[in-house]
């Protein structure tokens, strides 16, 4: 809220896909670009666009491959390892003309719960122990402009997500998903434990919307900022715009600018830009 009123969120816009989302080719699931020097949804919305557009050529250049797409409309070119996923955000953002941490900055979706074997994580060809992967993510934070880190660690590895915050905590959010489900109890546990400072909220993860607004209610007293986000399977209904706005969302997390039942999301949010500024 801003003087009482809902504020418009931040846009946070898959850009490279892997893991579950595209064809495996690499253990993390998304690379997002998140603009930070806008005043309005339409001008992030047309750096996003300047982005892909690089980020499209870059893939056909570097990989020899077309802009296919994943679940969420990022695209998903055949990188070697996680980290290359990183570098060619980087690169794309730079080829648009834009400054990267000063214009664009990044966020990662891990999504570490997919990749975790026994007690190991299996990233790049490692087995790496929970503290192995902290390091890797901590590294990931400081050469690159990384503002969040959403299920850095898997979904009931409570151990390790305080070690995680801790390591972060000064560069980058810790963003819970898989750890938290949007459920009261478990996100009531997060904040007991210190195990996050963010919560991507899901509507239908939880249930329903009273369930959601007390996550959302647990979530803004304990201090945490919120990412209003949509889910793989999406319809072309653009409530959700509607409930970051009303909700204050920090972050909307609704996919790429690609697919249909994306870009209704993205076009009911410039409806409510346009309607405010009328």
């Known amino acids: 809220m801003a003087n009482g009123k809902p504020t418009l969120p931040q846009l946070t816009v898959n850009l490279f896909s892997g893991g579950k989302h595209a064809f495996g ?4 699931q998304d690379v997002l670009v998140v603009p930070l020097a806008t005043a309005t949804i339409a001008d992030s919305l047309a750096i996003v666009y300047e982005i892909y557009q690089s980020a499209a050529d870059l893939v056909s250049r570097k990989y020899n491959s077309h802009a296919l797409t994943a679940d969420e409309g990022g695209l998903a070119p055949p990188f070697r390892h996680s980290s290359e996923m990183l570098e060619s955000a980087a690169e794309a953002i730079d080829a648009a003309g834009f400054r990267i941490g000063k214009d664009v900055a990044l966020a ?8 975790l074997q026994g007690q190991k994580y299996h990233l790049d060809g490692q087995d790496l122990a929970a503290e192995d992967l902290i ?12 503002v969040s880190v959403e299920d850095g660690l898997a979904e009931d590895d409570w151990d390790h997500w305080p070690k995680l915050r801790a390591r972060l905590e000064s560069s980058a959010l810790v963003l819970a998903d898989d750890l938290t489900c ?6 009531r546990r997060a904040i007991e434990l210190k195990a996050a400072n963010a919560l991507l909220l899901k509507l239908n993860q939880v249930g329903t919307l009273t369930e959601a607004k007390e996550a959302h209610r647990i979530a803004r007293e304990a201090g945490w900022q919120i990412s209003i986000s949509a889910r793989s399977g999406e319809t072309e209904d653009h409530w959700l715009a ?27 949010l410039l409806r409510i830009e346009h309607d405010w500024r009328s």
């Open 108 to 115: 990662v979706d891990v999504a570490a719960s997919h990749f």
């Open 182 to 187: 949007t459920n009261p109890k478990r996100i």
């Open 135 to 146: 390091d890797i993510i901590d590294r990931w934070t400081k050469e690159f402009p990384i």
């Open 242 to 268: 509607d409930l970051a706005v009303g909700w204050s969302g920090d972050f909307i997390k609704v996919g790429s600018i690609t697919r249909s039942e994306r870009l209704a999301k993205y076009n009911r």
């Open 25 to 28: 080719q690499v253990a993390i």
